[in-house]
């Protein structure tokens, strides 16, 4: 019996497209990976690199270069293709030219017949990824951006460091924008299972030198830390591109904190920021609603004012 091949599409051959790419690569994540460059010799240099990996890997990925309008068939159409902010910009001081870039590619690829997932990453994410969903026309549910998913790595991170365990073992979220107004959702974080909060109250004298404002305050100011210090961030970002394709691709039902368009829930309606979601082969199977404190309430809220803020600037 014939197989499927999994196919996905990297739009901007740049650091994060590429180390996206890799990542896949090295994971054995789909079968196919098809490169896009505004400079097409640019997306043929990096896919003959790429494609001199398989001799060291376990399995085999078809990598080529192609255009927008050559999309019809691919299940998932990764974007990284957008304005990068200059040194003392923020991500929302590029949103001018990330939405004119972002409506002629997504307006290319629709129009080439693409009816699979779009996963975003380029900045500013929310709004981008509103842009896409407001372009494409698809439902909310096919248009995924990496929100706070790499926001919440390092704050897992972070807590591995302080409490000396694996990251894998911290549960917990950064949410919001994914900027200057995220947050943590300290109510929710958890150590093995246990509540952050809970294992601070019940060793007080242990942990005496946590404080969880630096920590978030870490948590928010890492990427700008590492594109201060070298200028780009590439391989946090293009791995938890992979970690959503591959959900999507295997129908895994991972809990991810991306950016999704809002329909009611947390009361918000007309923005896109980053809440945990179930994702699966139909992208978005469901957004989870925790239950914030008061506090955490009016975070989310003023993360959200300064997005719809945003995405009321455009001409949607």
């Not at 439902?139 to 929100?147: E, L």
């Amino acid at each position: 019996m014939a197989k499927k091949a999994r196919k996905v599409t990297i739009v901007g051959s740049g650091l994060v497209g590429t180390a996206c790419a890799y990542s896949m690569i090295n994971q054995s994540i789909c079968d196919e990976i098809m490169m896009i460059d505004r400079t097409y010799d640019r997306a043929v240099a990096h896919a003959l690199d790429l494609s001199h990996c398989m001799d060291f890997t376990q399995t085999r990925t078809k990598v080529y270069a192609g255009r927008l309008e050559d999309c019809r068939d691919m299940d998932v159409v990764v974007l990284t293709a957008g304005a990068n902010p200059k040194p003392g910009q923020t991500r929302l001081d590029v949103l001018g030219e990330a939405e004119k870039i972002t409506r002629d590619i997504v307006s290319r690829i629709v129009d080439g017949g693409f009816d699979g997932v779009f996963v975003v990453a380029a900045n500013p994410v929310d709004i981008v990824t509103y842009i896409v969903r407001e372009v494409s026309g698809f439902p909310r549910n096919r248009v995924i951006g990496t929100g706070t998913s790499i926001d919440s790595a390092r704050l897992k991170t972070l807590l591995s460091e302080v409490f000396a365990v694996d990251p894998r073992s911290v549960n917990g979220y950064a949410m919001g924008e994914h900027g200057d107004s995220q947050f943590v959702a300290w109510s929710h974080v958890t150590i093995g299972g246990k509540p952050l909060l809970h294992i601070l109250e019940q060793h007080k004298e242990r942990f005496r030198h946590v404080k969880l404002d630096e920590i978030a305050q870490k948590t928010k100011d890492a990427g700008w830390e590492i594109f201060t210090r070298k200028g780009n961030t590439q391989f946090g970002i293009g791995n938890a591109l992979a970690y959503i394709v591959r959900s999507i691709l295997n129908d895994e039902h991972k809990i991810i904190a991306v950016s999704a368009v809002l329909e009611g829930e947390y009361g918000q309606t007309g923005v896109c920021c980053g809440v945990p979601a179930i994702i699966g082969d139909g992208g978005i199977e469901e957004l989870l609603e925790l239950n914030l404190t008061w506090e955490e309430q009016q975070k989310f809220a003023h993360s959200c004012g300064i997005l719809k803020a945003a995405i009321a600037s455009l001409q949607l």
